[in-house]
Nanobody
């Protein structure tokens, strides 16, 4: 079993930055594909970013590319999402997700159904 706990959310002004963390429990963390998704009120859960099991490949939604960076630290069993140049459109609950599978192609990385484990989410609010 894998348990994921997000942290680092909060209130920030437009143009500011936040770094989200996802702490994972389990022995197989370094073999898992990891992703970040977000869900705004009244909206579907959307893909944000993903990272391959070994950290060699990353994928981003067009809306965050160039502003967000996903990374992982195997020694700490943690995945990060650095968010810069935030706008009110980034306001959402952000969820960390994990999958034991190793995917090829951004289409599979970006689908919520590709992931088996989910965190509880952390709120990110960006003010104008």
């Amino acid at each position: 079993q894998v348990q994921l706990t997000e942290s680092g959310g909060g209130l920030v002004q437009a143009g500011g930055s936040l770094r989200l963390s996802c702490a994972a429990s389990g022995r197989m963390f370094n073999s898992y594909t990891m992703g970040w998704f977000r869900q705004a009120p009244g909206k579907e859960r959307d893909f944000v970013a993903a990272i391959s099991w070994n950290g060699d490949r990353t994928y981003y939604a067009d809306s965050v590319k160039g502003r967000f960076t996903i990374s992982r630290d195997g020694a700490k069993n943690t995945v990060f999402l650095q968010m810069n140049s935030l706008t009110p459109e980034d306001t959402a609950v952000y969820y960390c997700a994990a999958s034991p599978a190793r995917y090829s192609g951004s289409d599979r990385y970006a689908r919520a159904t590709s992931y088996n484990y989910w965190g509880q989410g952390t709120q990110v609010t960006v003010s104008s």
